[in-house]
């Protein structure tokens, strides 16, 4: 049976596109998707991509990942320098996680440098745009193989 990875992103990651494009670049959520869901095909994955700008429905997504997905890729977005439930729930599942963020966070703002998900992530992936959450996929396919 093909091996289902969860892809979660945080609070603003619905602006994509037009937030901050300097920043963010301009591809939207939607063609994150796509990027994700054409490169799942490729790996013999099953996706199931989802955002949310509360940080309680993203726990409640990766508790639920217990029983319905193999791995998860996570972009916390704001909460990657905020959150302890996300990096708890991380923990609880005991899934290896793919931390993604489109920017480098290391040469932006101080309070960027720091994500209290990494402790809990297999592995983190920033500065490469949309190309991280390929990348983050391609790394989950070979751990689950
Ligand atoms: C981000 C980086 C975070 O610092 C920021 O709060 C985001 C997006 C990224 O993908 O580069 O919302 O996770």
Redesign the pocket.
């Known amino acids: 049976m093909a091996k289902r990875v969860l892809v979660l992103n ?4 619905n602006l994509l596109g037009t937030r901050e494009p300097g920043i ?1 670049g301009a591809h939207t959520l939607k063609d994150v998707e796509t990027l994700c869901k054409q490169t799942a095909t490729e790996l013999g994955l099953t996706i199931d991509f989802r955002q949310s700008n509360h940080e309680g429905e993203l726990v409640t997504w990766i508790q639920d990942a217990r029983k319905t997905a193999d791995a998860i890729v996570i ?4 909460y ?2 905020t959150s302890i439930a996300i990096p708890d729930a991380i923990k609880a599942v005991g899934l290896p996680v793919a931390e993604v ?3 480098n ?1 290391h040469q ?1 703002e101080a309070f ?1 440098h720091h994500s209290y998900v990494s402790a809990a992530a297999l592995g983190v992936i ?1 500065g490469f745009g949309v190309t991280g959450y390929r990348l983050a996929l391609i790394a989950l396919a070979e751990k689950l193989k």
């Open positions: 945080g609070p603003n990651l963010y972009n916390p977005a704001a990657s320098h963020h489109l920017s966070i932006r960027r920033c």
